[in-house]
């Protein structure tokens, strides 16, 4: 049996709006979901055990179940007991390049991976809507992780529905290395302060308007208008995130006076990220970014948007 490598990509929210709470604890989206070429690999072989073993060295990766690509191979072992049986267990190594707890779903991409890896190792031929099922189960980013591109996410961010591709445009991304924002924390102070005003106020959930503002964003991204995309992008999550964290917001703030076509947080942070034209624009921002801040812990990358998702090498 064969080793295969994956190539699993990170992504951005280009447009992220929270319009209710739900029953379940999540809330309900409307977002505009991209996949960028900073992507992490990751190799799984047969070992010949009963075990799944995961190999990284990045200080920040567990190596437990509480790593969601170790809890994927986990899902998949429950899910299909007969191809484990027959195939055993597997060695999962992760050579990490997408940073840690950084509103980039790495997390859930790596998952992604597994899934797709164990499909083909195991030759199960599961479709992509069954790939994605699986992958609700696991996070909500997890669907979307798996096919990638450009899409609009609905529900807690599961429900998928492709639009044109976007892979035009090029970013650069700035991070904090000391910065980890967690996501649980940034959507339940959401819900405090804006949700259950909202239903004190009104008594009813958040109206739902999103189809009012993603409207000229899916418009835009259909007729690749750059200068529309940049004009509207938009994060709820940076109304939490950005007053908590003052060194995000003030290298938000730098990076939006630099220019590109529009800067934003992306997910629930702390990575930021500016829409650039060309790989030339993205570049120079990045160069004025870190002379301006000079920081040690400040990480930046130029990165392509992406039309893929989980990729076989
Ligand atoms: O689905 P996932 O495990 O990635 O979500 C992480 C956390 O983010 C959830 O536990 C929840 O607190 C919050 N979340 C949410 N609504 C969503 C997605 C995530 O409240 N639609």
């Keep these: 049996m064969k080793p295969y490598t994956l190539i699993a990509p990170a992504k951005i929210n280009l447009y992220l709006e929270i319009i209710g709470d739900r029953l379940d604890g999540y809330h309900e989206l409307v ?68 940073p840690v707890a950084a509103g980039l779903a790495g997390g859930s991409t790596n998952a992604a991976a597994i899934l797709v890896g164990l499909d083909l190792m195991w030759e199960l031929g599961l479709t992509l ?18 096919g990638g591109g450009t899409a609009i996410a609905t529900g807690r961010g599961e429900k998928l529905d492709p639009i044109q591709d976007l892979d035009n445009l090029w970013v650069v991304l700035a991070k904090y290395n000391s910065i980890a924002v967690s996501t649980p924390w ?29 409207g000229p964003f899916v418009q835009a991204i259909t007729q690749k208008n750059g200068v529309k995309i940049g004009e509207l992008i938009h994060n709820d999550l940076e109304k939490i995130v950005l007053p908590e964290y003052p060194k995000v917001a003030q290298l938000r ?61």
């Design 31 to 98: 977002m505009i979901l991209q996949s960028i070429e900073l992507a992490d690999r990751l190799e799984i072989r047969p070992n010949g055990t009963q075990h799944i073993r995961l190999h990284c060295d990045h200080p920040q990766v567990p190596l437990d179940a509480t790593n969601l690509a170790y809890r994927a191979a986990q899902l998949m072992i429950q899910e299909f007991p007969t191809a484990f049986a027959n195939y055993g267990g597997i060695d999962i190594t992760l050579d990490k390049r997408i």
């Design 129 to 146: 809507p069954a790939l994605r099922r699986l992958g609700e189960k696991l996070g909500s980013d997890v669907p979307f992780c798996i």
């Design 186 to 214: 940034a959507y339940q102070t959401y819900k405090k302060q804006f949700v259950e005003t909202y239903i004190r106020d009104h008594g009813e959930v958040l109206s739902r308007s999103s189809e009012v503002h993603s």
């Design 253 to 313: 703030d730098i990076l939006q006076q630099l220019g590109g076509l529009g800067t934003m947080m992306s997910g629930s942070g702390p990575t930021v990220f500016t829409l650039c034209e060309s790989k030339i624009e993205a570049e120079t921002i990045k160069k004025q970014a870190k002379e301006m801040i000079n920081d040690p812990d400040l990480e930046f990358w130029v990165t392509q948007l992406s039309s893929s998702g989980i990729q076989v090498e």
